[in-house]
């Protein structure tokens, strides 16, 4: 079958998101992606696998987002010397990922000017690669010094703070490498990798249903949107199963309940960052308040295992559901009267307004995700882009903004917030009636899935590859926090350093799911 | 203004009772001096230091300072480095990136100190387990006093593990 946008010929995926894969040469891989820029398409994804123990060599794999669906590209490499044009110039997205598949799988990317590891620090040496077939995962080298040149900014006054990776308050490890001068931020450079602990090696020694687990478990905040798009791609790769309707609405109601969590934290943080804790405890009051009641109705506070392939483990009881609603109409009425408290404080807005701006021309070239995009004026949503169960009769509301700031960000996140609530509500009120998991049929060696999921923090994507006797060949996991961390280091620029807390909370941008 | 002042009184005051101590926890025993304790008890200084987790353990880390747990009012609060602590919380399965960091941070901080480690994964190294990038379990790297389980644990089992580590 023919993708129409870039003229090749790409084979649908079954599965729930429209998703088409193609084989194309590395000869074609450069053209193809300017084509695809060309026509806006998006970079979602790039990493690499090892595909020696199935005769060939290496493999390069792209995911790009069109209007008609995803498109997975294949790029397979050689066994001897794998290595590919790079695409960095044409996303600049890309230049951390390629270097990721590089320390990972070994895969080389030509005239990509920055060469320097990236998820690789002490813990394996240079030309060691644990994602490769023959690495024994529980493989462990001496601890060796982590080396990493950081650009250097030169110049009268100019001079260095180093952060991290142990940060100051309780906050994931990573370290950002401060040029300044006085107050005013010259440049930002971060390095990140502290958390790789191994996820898709491991996920490699499972079968599809023990990698549920464990997908729910890469970036904690966003467990249900990582359960639904591994669900999702287990679903894909055993032959299109199809889960239940009423399991399709209830995994909607658990991913907008994640949503409404998340907001309503950092909401409460960002007042706290700029001196109105009255914020933080607000929140907060209304935050455990919603944990409490996720805790009464599924029996965990952020939902984790709740869906698993083939649907959810947990059913909600009319009574429940009433109670839900009950509740979150509480929820909405409070966040409205704080909504208002926020708008009109002075000192809030002043530190908010024009503080760690992004315009809507950077955001488009660094392919800024999630609701960070949509608040640089990026209209995406992967739950109003494709039009798929649960979510295409509710005509969700796309939240935007053009300002980028700070203050954006925060108007995109209460909008966010108001509309989640209304899906859980209607979401509620149809909830279809039936089972909520279906058996999953056996799948054979060599089947692709792919789950692709609208996170509160933007779109996560699971790319999967059935090995032998239903377990995991390949199983990659992105966060759009790939995305985000490059364009962080734009926002602070000419920004004061007392004000980087309060840039990186409005993105809260995710480390493990980084580092995996 | 009046509409802040007015949610505030509306609100009222949200916080619940501390949870006991729970000598279960514990996996060394108590190493630091009744005296010391006397005064830890009522004015501790904690580092939080995520060592590698998930970050859901430090979602519940975040909420024991909400207003329902409100764990300063006992006397205990986060500190910016762990020169200024008394005790080190920490969480996940040790990456072997943070191995360095977290070894560090331990000797960074002064005696007597106190270690918490909080999680499945800070108990035994959860899901992860061990492997070329992970240490597993806080134990396996530095000294553990008091071990909570969870995944992540509740708000309610992070106070306990705390003030279980501070209690006779």
């Known amino acids: 079958m023919a993708f129409k946008e870039l003229g090749i010929n790409a084979a649908p995926l079954k599965g729930a998101m429209p998703t088409f894969r193609a084989s194309i040469d590395a000869g074609e891989l450069h053209t193809l992606c300017e084509k695809a820029r060309s026509q806006k398409a998006r970079l979602v994804a790039l990493w690499g696998s090892d595909e020696t123990t199935r005769g060939g060599g290496y493999a390069l794999h792209i995911a790009l987002a069109f209007p008609s669906g995803l498109l997975w590209l294949t790029v397979p490499l050689a066994r001897e010397h794998p290595r590919y044009p790079g695409i960095a110039d044409i996303y600049p997205s890309a230049d951390r990922m390629q270097r990721a598949a590089y320390d990972l799988v070994g895969i080389h990317a030509q005239e990509n000017p920055d060469h320097r590891k990236w998820l690789r620090h002490g813990a394996w040496p240079g030309g060691v690669f644990p994602l490769r077939k023959d690495f024994d995962i529980a493989n462990c080298f001496p601890l060796a010094e982590d080396r990493y040149p950081f650009i250097k900014v030169e110049g009268e006054g100019a001079h260095e703070i180093p952060v991290g990776p142990v940060h100051a308050g309780t906050i994931e490890p990573g370290h950002f490498r401060f040029s300044i001068v006085g107050e005013k931020i010259l440049r930002l450079e971060e390095r990140l990798g502290y958390k790789h602990k191994g996820i898709e090696k491991r996920l490699e020694t499972m079968t599809l249903e023990e990698g549920a687990k464990l997908a729910g478990r890469i970036s904690g905040d966003s467990t249900v949107a990582y359960a639904w798009s591994y669900a999702m791609a287990v679903e894909g790769a055993a032959g299109g199963t199809e889960p239940p309707r009423r399991a399709l609405a209830l995994r909607g109601i658990l991913l907008e309940l994640e949503r409404v969590a998340n907001h309503l934290g950092d909401i409460g943080y960002l007042g706290n960052d700029v001196a109105l804790s009255f914020g933080f405890f607000q929140f907060w009051r209304l935050k455990e308040d919603l944990l409490r009641l996720n805790a009464q109705l599924f029996g965990h506070r952020y939902l984790m295992d709740m869906i698993v392939p083939g649907g959810v483990a947990k059913d909600l009881s009319k009574r429940e559901a009433d109670l839900l609603l009950d509740r979150l109409e509480k929820i909405r009425v409070e966040v409205a009267a704080l909504k208002l408290i926020y708008d009109e404080h002075a000192g809030a807005q002043d530190r908010f307004i024009m503080t760690g701006q992004v315009l809507p021309e950077l955001a488009e070239k660094m392919g800024l995700a999630g609701f960070a995009g949509r608040a640089s004026g990026i209209k995406h949503d992967l739950r109003v882009d494709y039009s798929v169960p649960p979510y295409q009769q509710l005509k969700v509301q796309l939240a935007s903004h053009t300002r980028g700031d700070v203050a954006a960000r925060v108007s995109v996140r209460f909008d966010e917030l108001a509309e989640s609530i209304r899906l859980i509500q209607e979401l509620v009120r149809q909830l279809p009636s039936g089972d909520i998991r279906v058996p999953l049929a056996d799948t054979v060696s060599g089947r692709y899935g792919v789950g692709w999921v609208e996170g509160w923090r933007g779109e996560i994507l699971i790319a999967l590859e059935s090995g032998e006797n239903n377990r995991i060949h390949r199983c990659h996991a992105h966060d759009p926090s790939w995305q985000n961390w490059p364009a962080l280091q734009h926002a602070v620029i000419g920004n004061i350093v007392p004000d980087f807390p309060l840039i990186n909370k409005s993105f809260n941008l995710s480390y493990s799911g980084h580092d995996l | ?168």
């Open chain 2, 1 to 168: 203004m009046y509409q802040l002042l007015k949610q505030i009184v509306k609100t009222g005051i949200k916080t619940e009772a501390a949870p006991p101590a729970d000598d279960a926890l514990r996996l060394l025993q108590q190493r630091l001096h009744e005296q010391i304790l006397k005064h830890l008890g009522r004015a501790l200084a904690i580092r939080h230091v995520d060592a590698g987790s998930c970050n859901g353990c430090e979602l519940e880390i975040h909420a024991t300072n909400s207003p329902y747990y409100n764990l300063e009012r006992l006397g205990i609060k986060f500190v910016a480095s762990p020169r200024h602590a008394d005790m080190l919380l920490v969480t996940g399965p040790v990456s072997r990136h943070m191995e360095t960091a977290l070894k560090r941070t331990y000797e960074a901080t002064p005696d007597p100190k106190l270690v918490v480690a909080i999680g499945d994964c800070g108990c035994n190294g959860g899901i992860f387990g061990e492997n070329y990038a992970s240490c597993g379990r806080v134990a396996n790297v530095i000294p553990v006093d008091v071990a909570v389980p969870g995944c992540p644990p509740t708000p309610l089992a992070i106070m306990q593990g705390i003030l279980t580590a501070i209690s006779k």
